[in-house]
């Protein structure tokens, strides 16, 4: 299937199906899994330690095809748990390898205590993960809880909307995680089932272009008996401090090398990146700010309310970590009203997660929105456009009157 | 086997680390190392030996080393070997990487066993040696699948009620070799030739390989710290911990005992067995005595050796 | 007048934009620098050399590498023996005494 895409004034040549040489531009049919699959390969991976879990079976299971037909030369080591994936993948990574891997969920939680191993020894993984509901009760589908509860494990994270996305970020990704400057591993979440099952149109790099973007990784230091090193020595109080400090600073470089790689991603692909993307902020009043695919909804409903004149606009992170914090202040601080959207729940807090990183950065705000929580999508419940709809009058409401009635709402659950 | 005058002098554990005095673990890695044979890097689980030989900024190694966590020793040892393996393959690096996974009992028998299970499945070529000092001596001398019975620990004390640990030690060679790797061999650092002849082979060996090596902690064992080789050597003499090797699944007994000595010459050397030696608890002393005889005999069995009758 | 030399304890306590990167100790072998003798409380191991047979059973057995081995023999590193006294129990010709300090 193919058809003419404005925007790049190119005609598109159909995708030829698995193997074929993928020309600059290659219009293609994938869903989120795929499209990363692919990037792994394109990226020239050395060592993919996963273990599947629904709903990103399919990256892995793509991959190990591409293994078995020859056409990455990598090693697919198929380990026997999370656990172990994460533990192999930092193993490999302490070599100076390009490695790669994916999870879900639960298998997220599992490895969770190998995430700051990961981190701590600067080991620039990139991890996608297909973001779904933790246990219990167990539930297959799509919401954000499984990263919110490894946000703090120093991990660069970043929201794809779409398979397009989701393949360009997981080439940048690589290639920001690897600069010298940061050296710290990065996740590249994406929507359990509405990215990673849906299939969707994308664009893709040539072979020649990947490679070019992303050369052999060169490490900051690595395990090599040509030169003997101790990693993961035991740092007593007088110790522990520093390599902490040291690795929050390697995280504040993020900002200024994901410009760069942008940047350079750009003039590759003609597709812009950033930090953050927004619509029709310029002169909106109220906003909707959310991760991931629930992006789309809003951009759609706010478009229909923009040709019935009301001012609204729609915010998408695309980094979560480290918080974007400068570009969402020069977006956000005019707005009357903000709502943040999100797919996870902080139980017993006073926001959740991405609602409290937004309320911290509006200190610094001089006019500050009203802002308030919306708790929608839980467990894979679909986040409709008159659940959207939905948000934007509430927003309207805290505008007009001034009040947050509710600073914390659900939205779709049966009441 | 090799004698202990043509071994190489190169010391690659270096002195000044803070293992106890008399440390059966820091025998059994000193002695692991005589036998590696080229580029080699070792992967290390929590535990006695990988907390006290390298507490920043003092590292006791001189091959690269690398700690990740308790239980991943062989995943991170996996993910290790896959690397190199690829590297080379890419013309990366040029030389081949031998890659020892080293863990305790603890790291080993119990929380890591699901690691070592999947690593031994996948094959790696890498080599596992387990130091066995037969309980979590790290967090303070806490019982282990691998403390044998009536050991006194801190979570299986000898009361009035419970007499020490209940229960059997677990077989980890019978475990490894039921993932038909070629190479699985128990050893003690009283036997120094052996168990270095025995390293070098797992090493040599195309694919995964095993080596548990049995090794006294004077502390968690209340015993003497000038024990320690011969708690060591009496563990093998009495039948406690033979010397076997498990080669493409046939076993083959390396140290012959003609006549084993008799289990308490060896446990009462250690405090933690000095409940058993009082009177009301005479049966659970032979219960040990007849356990460890038909554990020796079942042993020889496998082995294709005559059964013996013990003292 | 004699300096005082630095612990490698001391000189390693960086700034963290001078600690090493994750806490990686980059010289092998750095413990040598940690007097572990300075434990002993009682006896040290002295080795009679005309009885020795160099066996070199005592420095195998030594878990500290304080039996040190060169072409020539074996020799006492007491800057590092913990005083264990595995040499003086396994050496086949009792050539190693335990004396007191």
Known sequence: MYRRREEYNEVIIPYQGEGSTVRPQELAGMSGNEAVAYATKQANVDVVAAYPITPQTIMVERFSEYVANGEVDAEFVCVESEHSAMSASVGASLTGARVMTSTASQGLALMHEVMYLASGLRCPIVMMVANRALSAPINIHGDHSDMMGSRDCGWIQIYVENPQEAYDWTLQALKIAEDPEVSLPATVNIDGFTVSHAMEDLNLLSDDQVSGFLPRRKPVYKVEPEKPLTVGALAMPDYYYEVKRQQEEAMRQVPHVLNKVTKEYETVSHRKYGMIETFEMDDAEIAILCLGSTAGTARTVARQLREKGRKVGVVKLWLYRPFPQEELISVICNLKALAVVERAISFGAPYGALCSDVASILQDCEGRPKIFDVVCGLGGRDISPEDIRRVFDEADQVAKTGIVRDRLKFIGVRE | ?311 | MTEKKIPLSEKMKLAWKETPIAGVIFEPGSSVEYRTGDWRVAKKPVIDQKKCIKCFICWIFCPDVAIVRTEKGVSEDYDHCKGCAICAEECPVDAITMVNE
């Open chain 2, 1 to 311: 086997m090799v004698a202990l005058k043509d071994l190489k002098m190169e010391e690659l554990y270096a002195p000044g680390h803070r293992l106890c005095a008399g440390c059966g673990p820091s025998i059994s890695m000193r002695m692991m190392m005589k036998a590696f044979r080229g580029p080699t890097v070792v992967t290390n689980a929590t535990g006695c030996v990988e907390v006290s030989t390298t507490i920043y900024p003092y590292t006791a190694w001189r091959v690269p080393w690398v700690h990740t966590l308790f239980e991943n020793a062989a995943a991170t040892a996996s993910g290790l070997e896959a690397a190199y393996k690829v590297l080379l393959r890419k013309g990366v690096r040029n030389t081949k990487v031998d890659v020892i996974a080293v863990g305790g009992d603890g790291g080993t028998f119990d929380i890591g066993l699901q690691a070592l299970s999947g690593a031994l499945e996948r094959g790696h070529d890498f080599v596992y040696v387990c130091y066995d000092n037969e309980a979590y001596m790290n967090t303070g001398i806490q019982r282990s699948s691998a403390t044998p019975r009536g050991a006194a620990t801190t979570t299986s004390p000898a009361g009035s009620v419970i007499p020490g640990k209940r229960g059997r030690k677990k077989n980890l060679t019978a475990i490894c070799a039921a993932h038909d790797i070629e190479y699985v061999a128990t050893a003690s650092i009283g036997f120094p030739g052996d168990y270095i002849d025995k390293v070098r082979k797992a090493i040599e060996v195309e694919g995964a390989a095993v080596v548990h090596v049995f090794a006294p902690c004077p502390l968690g064992w209340r015993s003497n710290p000038a024990d320690s080789i011969k708690l060591a050597k009496l563990a093998v003499q009495t039948g406690v911990f033979p010397l076997y090797e498990i080669i493409k699944g046939k076993y083959k007994l390396n140290i012959k005992v003609g006549k084993c000595i008799p289990v308490s010459e060896y446990l009462k050397l250690q405090g933690r067995f000095r409940h058993l030696f009082k009177p009301e608890l005479k049966s659970e002393l032979d219960a040990i005595q007849e356990q460890v005889t038909e554990d020796w005999n079942r042993t020889l069995d496998l082995c294709g050796e005559k059964p013996k009758v013990t003292g």
